[in-house]
């Protein structure tokens, strides 16, 4: 994960340790789900997917997203990534799955090369959106009095998401 993390350069905030991955991921009801491809002479970790599942969502299937996924250097263009790959949508068919996303990070082109050979598409539908933690402060403790009162929430219209 420190080694994804260096690649996609936030290893500043990096914050995940071994203590907080065991307590997440190996309780009854794990936060994520983790899978390793490991040489098997050695025991040796080459790279590893980590996926959370969405229960439901419009058509009441489960959304598995692919949240991380890498491959150590020495290790690539063996099939590790694509082994992975493929566990993954084995997993995410078993539990009646409707889709597996994923993000790229701008400029991974090698990635979205990867993707594509194994299927995969870019996904222009949706164009993903976010608030940091101090939008999400800002936005709580400055609600704007002009808008509030008029902007009502929006009824729902069966979004992906
Ligand atoms: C993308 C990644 C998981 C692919 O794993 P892999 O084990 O090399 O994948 P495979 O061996 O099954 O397939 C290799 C193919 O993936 C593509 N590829 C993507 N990134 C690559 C990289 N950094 N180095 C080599 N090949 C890469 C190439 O098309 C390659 O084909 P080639 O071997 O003919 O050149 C791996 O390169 C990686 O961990 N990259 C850094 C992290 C990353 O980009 N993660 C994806 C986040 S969205």
Redesign the pocket.
Same mark, same amino acid.
């Given at each position: 994960m420190r080694g +994804?993390a260096a690649?996609?350069k936030y290893l500043d905030v990096f914050a995940v340790t071994e203590r907080e991955l065991a307590r997440r991921a190996f309780r009854r009801s794990p936060q994520c789900r983790i899978t390793v491809a490991e040489d098997r002479a050695s025991d040796e970790l080459l790279?590893y997917a980590v996926t959370v599942a969405t229960p439901f969502t419009y058509d009441l299937k489960p959304t598995v997203t692919l949240k991380? +996924?890498? &491959?150590r250097?020495v $290790?690539? $263009?063996?099939? &590790?990534?694509?082994? +992975?790959v493929r566990a993954v949508a084995a997993q995410a068919l078993a539990v009646g799955a409707g889709r597996l996303k994923?993000? &790229? +990070?701008a400029g991974?082109r090698?990635?979205e090369?990867?993707?594509r050979?194994l299927g995969g598409q870019r996904v222009r539908k949706w164009i993903p959106w976010g608030m940091d933690e101090r939008a999400l402060a800002k936005l709580r403790g400055h609600p704007s009095p002009s808008r509030s009162r008029s902007t009502r929430p929006q009824k729902s219209r069966g979004r992906e998401k």
């Amino acid at each position: 994960m420190r080694g +994804l993390a260096a690649f996609e350069k936030y290893l500043d905030v990096f914050a995940v340790t071994e203590r907080e991955l065991a307590r997440r991921a190996f309780r009854r009801s794990p936060q994520c789900r983790i899978t390793v491809a490991e040489d098997r002479a050695s025991d040796e970790l080459l790279g590893y997917a980590v996926t959370v599942a969405t229960p439901f969502t419009y058509d009441l299937k489960p959304t598995v997203t692919l949240k991380e +996924l890498f &491959v150590r250097k020495v $290790s690539r $263009s063996r099939g &590790v990534g694509e082994a +992975l790959v493929r566990a993954v949508a084995a997993q995410a068919l078993a539990v009646g799955a409707g889709r597996l996303k994923w993000d &790229v +990070l701008a400029g991974n082109r090698r990635a979205e090369e990867f993707y594509r050979r194994l299927g995969g598409q870019r996904v222009r539908k949706w164009i993903p959106w976010g608030m940091d933690e101090r939008a999400l402060a800002k936005l709580r403790g400055h609600p704007s009095p002009s808008r509030s009162r008029s902007t009502r929430p929006q009824k729902s219209r069966g979004r992906e998401k």
